[in-house]
């Protein structure tokens, strides 16, 4: 068996619909407004899988699941993960990134140090983490590699930068087998539609502005949620424990191309009744602290795991529109009242119209 934390959240979900299949998995998520029991509800009765609703500070808890279970692995997917909530909130962030990493390392260390034989020397633990760890580039500095070093800029990555640490000092220092992984943004399908590509999809099928940060020029490296599961499978399997691996798609996109992009292909699969989606793109006042390019250089996993993306960012675009059109239910479902109040807060004060309609709040 595997543990997954964090499994009904965006990425943790579309591992489980991945995995499942070659592996017993145990889902372990605290089911904050941001993880979604509905998501995996298709699997409720399937073989070889299993959800407890737990936290990962409670160390506990994590101690018996460990020794009910004997899991060969735990990936560990739970954060809290939104940017702009750390800067409006950064205390959860805190604990549960922080301090959730250090007591479920805890309980994972005491567990792994009672195994022996085979058992002790396959077992890994896999820690997913973020390119912001490393800060923000200049448009011509060369793309983060897995020596960059580490100068986070919002509570966010920074709470992610103490979690990589902490794994790291594991295996340094008990020679836990950790396994790390820095990832650039994701999309595709069950990402909470705060995230920009959901947003602004949910948000022009509602006729709503198209919020843009600032001038719309931050870069960002874009991966599909699919292509960075199987390089996570890859790591599990074949990664080497103490290593670090960069996953990302080659993807540098400015954030108003990925906007036009998406609603494009939005106009070819949902045409605007009247007008085009571009028109409610709305510049709105920028996020505090704002990193202005991210970049990943994914050679060594490409090297020495041979992986590399399956999508292209189009490719990975119209399916990722297509996936939300046919789920509206989906987004309306966990569209609800702390949603709302999130979108008071985030955009209530800083909302600055220069085109399309400002109306992102109820
Ligand atoms: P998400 O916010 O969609 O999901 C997080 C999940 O963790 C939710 O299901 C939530 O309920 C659960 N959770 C939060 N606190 C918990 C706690 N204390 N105990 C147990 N469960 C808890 O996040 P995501 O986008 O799926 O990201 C997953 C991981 O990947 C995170 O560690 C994030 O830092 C990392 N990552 C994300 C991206 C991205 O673009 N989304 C990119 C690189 C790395
Ligand atoms: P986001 O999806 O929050 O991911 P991250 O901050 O982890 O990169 O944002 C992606 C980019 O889009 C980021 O540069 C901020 C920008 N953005 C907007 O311009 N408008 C928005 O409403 C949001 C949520 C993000």
Not at 7 to 22: D, H, R
Not at 63 to 89: C, N, Q, T, Y
Not at 277 to 284: G, H, Q, R
Request: glycine share 8%; charged share 25%.
């Amino acid at each position: 068996m595997i543990f997954v934390t964090g499994g009904a959240g965006f990425i943790g979900t579309n591992f489980v619909f991945e995995a499942v299949a070659a592996e017993p998995l145990l889902v372990i998520d605290k089911l904050t407004y941001a993880g979604n029991a509905d998501n995996l509800s298709a699997l409720e009765k399937a073989d070889g899988f299993q959800f407890v609703r737990a936290d990962i500070c409670d160390r506990e808890a994590m101690a018996r699941l460990l020794a009910l279970h004997r899991p060969k692995a735990v990936v560990h997917f739970a954060a809290e993960s939104h940017v702009d909530r750390s800067i409006h909130g950064p205390a959860d962030f805190v604990q549960t990134n922080i301090v959730g990493t250090f007591e479920l390392l805890e309980a994972v260390r005491t567990h792994w140090s009672a195994l022996d034989g085979a058992a002790r020397s396959t077992f890994r633990f896999l820690h997913v983490s973020t390119d912001e760890v490393y800060g923000s580039l200049n448009a011509t500095d060369p793309a983060f590699t897995e020596v960059t070093p580490y100068a986070p800029n919002s509570p966010y990555a920074a709470s992610k930068a103490a979690s990589d640490h902490l794994v790291r000092a594991y295996h340094h220092t008990y020679g836990l087998p950790t396994l790390t992984t820095n990832c650039s943004n994701n999309y595709g399908p069950f990402q909470f539609p705060e995230k920009l590509i959901p947003l602004v999809i949910a948000n022009a099928l509602e006729d709503k502005a198209l919020p843009i940060y600032g001038d719309g020029l931050n870069v960002r490296d874009w991966l599909f949620v699919g292509d960075h599961c199987e390089a996570i499978q890859r790591v599990l399997k074949i990664g080497s424990p103490g290593e670090t691996y960069n996953i990302g798609g080659k993807n540098e996109i400015r954030n108003i191309d990925v906007v036009r992009s998406v609603c494009r292909v939005l106009g070819e699969l949902r045409p605007r009744p009247h007008g085009n989606y571009e028109d409610l793109i709305t510049y709105v006042a920028d996020r505090p602290g704002h990193d202005r390019r991210y970049a990943i250089d994914p050679g060594k996993i490409e090297r020495e795991l041979h992986w590399a993306p399956a999508e292209t960012f189009e490719s990975g675009i119209r399916r990722t529109v297509r996936w939300y059109l046919d789920h509206l239910d989906w987004v309306s479902s966990v569209r609800d009242g702390r949603y709302r109040t999130w979108v008071e807060k985030n955009y209530g004060g800083r909302a600055v119209p220069t085109s399309g309609r400002m109306r992102i709040s109820e």
